[in-house]
């Protein structure tokens, strides 16, 4: 089966690392200096996008701003029997294009939850899927050979498979990846403020673990977050409002009613 990889940064450099010995993959970058490195690890490069066909399935691996571009290329070169799957981190804008698409595309949206804060080919590892989760999210140019065919993709690479809507996807990630992420960038600007160049010594592992999502860059984290803005502002203003009950519980200087509040966050988040 030949499985084909459009972008081979650090998730499409993983994903052709962790199925190569399980299928045929073929490789594309839009970077000349990604394509010679990925060559030299052995990845077979093809000289486009569309030269990725014909192919059983057609990974896309791009940044999320040319995601669906690339989707609505390989649709128009005749991906025939080829199944589309996108491993972006944003579902709406993928399900949006599969409703317009050719009726003879198959498109299956993917996201698998996993990642470093490193970036492109040379930060590639064929265990950075390993038991964690993927997500699938069926489009209207879904069937079940596709959804099945994807899954067996995403579990060729140790991934644990779910399967769930775009809408519920995009709310979630909200919460679950860019919000995180939007702390994390805050925390480091405090923590720079009131330390000053001295953080780096001072920080303890708590604060470097709470801040690491902040070194992803800029380029990367600001479309996920302007592209999923009403969510990401959703779960903002209820990540506020557990600040603002913590706030008021630390101002009692009560440790009784600090304690408490704390709990009761713990609690309500499922510890």
């Not at 649709?75 to 199944?83: F, P, Y």
């Amino acid at each position: 089966m030949r499985i084909a990889i459009a972008g081979l940064g650090l998730i499409g450099g993983s994903l052709a690392l962790a199925l190569r010995g399980r299928y045929d993959i073929v490789g594309w970058s839009p970077s000349a200096a990604t394509r010679a490195r990925a060559g030299a690890a052995g990845i077979k490069i093809v000289a486009g996008l569309t030269a990725l066909l014909p192919a059983d399935a057609v990974i896309v691996c791009a940044p999320l701003p040319q995601v669906v571009p690339d989707l609505e290329a390989i649709a128009a070169a005749g991906a025939g029997a080829a199944v589309l799957l996108d491993v972006g981190s944003l579902k709406g804008p993928v399900a949006a294009f599969a409703e317009r698409a050719p009726r003879t595309v198959r498109i299956v949206g993917g996201h698998p939850m996993a990642g470093t804060t490193g970036s492109g080919f040379a930060a590639a590892d064929e265990a950075l899927f390993r038991d964690r989760p993927f997500l699938l999210t069926p489009t209207a140019r879904s069937d079940e050979a596709a959804l099945a065919l994807c899954g067996d993709i995403a579990r060729a690479t140790g991934a644990v498979v779910t399967v769930v809507g775009a809408e519920a996807h995009d709310r979630i990630v909200a919460a679950l990846s860019a919000l995180p992420l939007v702390v994390a960038t805050a925390l480091s600007r405090v923590g720079v403020e009131v330390a000053g160049s001295a953080v780096s010594s001072f920080a303890g592992p708590g604060f470097r673990d709470s801040t690491r999502l902040a070194a992803t860059p800029a380029a990367l984290a600001a479309p996920m977050l302007a592209g999923n803005a009403a969510n990401v502002r959703e779960v903002l203003g209820r990540f506020r409002a557990a600040l603002d009950a913590l706030e008021a519980a630390i101002t009692s200087e009560d440790s009784v009613v600090v304690e408490r509040v704390l709990a009761s966050l713990r609690r309500n988040a499922g510890d």
